[in-house]
């Protein structure tokens, strides 16, 4: 009574939804490259200079805040005053494009001979991050290296379209230590590849995406550790993972403490030896240690520090715990609180200047409270696995958040500006979503829950068509 | 997973209205997109203004009629993925039973 679709039909192998999931996800990001003007992502400049500056010198920029900052190269300025940057970033109402025709104005100068400068100082705000995105996308500039600017910054846009189809795959396997079903594993997948921030930074130039990717191997690795019992490899391959994280944005380090406590909570709860856990830490250390050692003896060199590169910072306390907590964390309302994670975690478009409707955002925000429910539920009268996972899921996604909080604290004391945004809480995308999920699935009955499953990646795929829509009429209508 | 749900069983048939709100509010985006660029396009028909104004300070790959496909290409996958995975759930499952390894 029940026909299988075609598509259905087609996917045999357990591995053929995820084919079916990944070429979506590719097709969607295509879209979404076509649909995002240049320069119309947050920070896109200021990264695209770290990118250019390491691709045409072959030089790690440096840091120096009594310089001026962000000063583009002629050929990068000249792009950003044609298509109005700074008229259309934070300003919701006005479009960078102008008239009907497919060239902008003064697009065919890019073309043209002599080219426009490329180098500049590389005194960019995203100069103190480490190198790993800007390495990969300086080897992309240069393989791009004869084309004009618009080539180059959309074939470095498209890298991190990599990384979203990795961060897809690593749902995958996530959700195959949960579930044996393949379509319940596809459509985990599918809503964390439908999840639109992570859509518009997957086709920015922006090391987010690279981080998210790297993190959500980590995750991965981490609740696998649960069913497998994790050896010198698989800690090696945690320890990489963090490496590429901590390489990648200094956000990366914050997953470090996760490694140990999480294997630890759950050798502990199955008995393990202490020897196989000081195993995987040394394998961790060994991984780790391989990526980042290098790049801590160069900060100390430049910098001084090992720390991130903040500049800036007052030893003098500018505001008290109490009082950071009032202002930025529980302010009436939580107004901050839900623009945070809930709007920009969710999307907010461009220069996190275009909102989609108020309803998407409610809905999105009932089904993480519906799969809260959920999960607490389950907690309570699922079996030792389930608890075991949701907690790790837990740990992992408080924790980060909780260190996003700390490290803003640190910001708010030196600079009295705080730095959060939404979009900073995707490296734990995978836990924090996977918790909702399997919370939703948990209310229903085993032969519905692939329904339910299904019907959850419905509804996301609906919100990111949502969200490309609205970002076409904001820019182009 | 063991079955948790009994007493809430009646609940889960509201998990269809949120989707349907979702995918009716990408319809009327849609339709709201397309009134804005008919405004504007004068006497050029709205499609054809709306993806030139797209192809603006974007390489040859995303310039009209390129980016025409891959948008259309992606609204078109959207609704057949939207479908195949709202109604596949619906099939007996004939996968094998849920390994008590698993989560």
């Known amino acids: 009574m029940h026909a299988p679709t075609p598509m259905a039909s087609a996917v045999r192998h357990p591995t053929g939804w995820l084919v079916v999931v990944l070429a979506f996800v590719l097709i969607q990001q295509m879209a979404w490259l076509a649909a995002l003007p240049l320069w119309q992502s947050p920070d896109e400049p200021a990264h695209f200079h770290y990118v250019q500056y390491l691709a045409e010198t072959g030089r790690l920029p440096r840091f120096d805040r009594s310089r001026p900052t962000n000063v583009s190269s002629p050929e990068v300025a000249y792009t950003e005053r044609e298509a109005h940057l700074n008229d259309a970033a934070f300003h919701a109402d006005h479009r960078p494009v102008t008239g009907s025709s497919a060239m902008g104005p003064g697009e065919e100068r890019l073309a043209q001979s002599p080219p426009l400068d490329r180098l500049n100082d590389g005194n960019s705000t995203a100069a103190p991050y480490p190198p790993a995105y800007y390495g990969l996308a300086a080897g992309v500039y240069r393989v791009f290296g004869n084309a004009d600017i618009l080539t180059r910054v959309f074939a470095v846009r498209a890298l991190s379209t990599v990384f979203v189809l990795l961060t897809v795959l690593m749902a995958w396997l996530l959700a195959a230590e949960v579930w044996r079903q393949s379509f ?127 500049g800036g910072l007052s030893p003098t306390p500018m505001t008290t715990l109490p009082r950071y907590l009032a202002e930025h964390v529980l302010q009436p309302g939580l107004s901050r609180t839900h623009t945070l994670w809930v709007e920009q975690y969710w999307g907010t478009f461009g220069w996190l200047d275009t909102r989609t409707h108020d309803l998407a955002y409610r809905i999105a925000e009932a089904f993480m409270w519906v799969g809260a429910f959920g999960a607490w539920r389950l907690a309570r009268r699922g079996t030792a696995a389930q608890r075991a996972m949701l907690a790790a899921c837990l740990v992992l996604t408080a924790g980060f958040l909780a260190a996003l909080y700390a490290a803003e604290y640190q910001v708010v004391r030196g600079t009295g500006i705080p730095m959060l945004q939404g979009r900073y809480l995707l490296p734990v995308v995978l836990p924090h979503l996977l918790i909702a999920f399997v919370g939703c699935l948990g209310l229903a009955r085993p032969e519905r829950r692939g329904l339910v499953a299904g019907w959850l990646a419905a509804g996301f795929v609906a919100f990111q068509a949502l969200s490309l829509l609205r970002v076409l009429e904001r820019y182009y209508a | 997973m063991p079955d948790t749900g009994k007493t809430l069983r009646p609940g889960l048939t509201l998990l269809i209205l949120p989707i349907l709100l979702m995918a009716g509010m990408a319809v009327l985006q849609a339709f709201q997109l397309g009134t804005e660029a008919a405004e504007g396009a004068g006497d050029l028909a709205w499609p054809d203004y709306l993806l030139r104004r797209m192809g603006q300070y974007k390489p040859a790959l995303f310039k009209p009629p390129a980016n025409g496909l891959l948008l259309g290409a992606y609204l078109l996958c959207s609704m057949v993925m939207a479908g195949v995975f709202a109604t596949h759930g619906l099939r007996p499952t004939t996968e094998l039973p849920e390994d008590p390894d698993h989560a």
């Open chain 1, 184 to 310: 319940i594993r596809a459509a985990f997948a599918l809503i964390v590849g439908s999840q639109p921030m992570l859509s518009m930074m997957g086709v920015s130039v922006n090391n987010d995406a690279m981080l998210v990717a790297a993190a959500s191997g980590l995750a991965w690795l981490l609740l696998r550790s649960w069913r497998v019992e994790p050896g010198v490899a698989t800690g090696l391959g945690m320890g990489l993972c963090l490496g590429i994280a901590w390489l990648t944005k200094p956000q990366g380090m914050v997953l470090a403490p996760f490694i140990p406590l999480v294997t630890a909570g759950f050798a502990w709860h199955l008995g393990r030896s202490p020897g196989s856990w000081f195993r995987v830490m040394g394998g961790a250390a060994a991984g780790t240690a391989l990526l980042v050692a290098p790049w801590l003896g160069y900060l100390q060199q430049a910098y001084g520090t090992t720390l991130p590169a903040l």
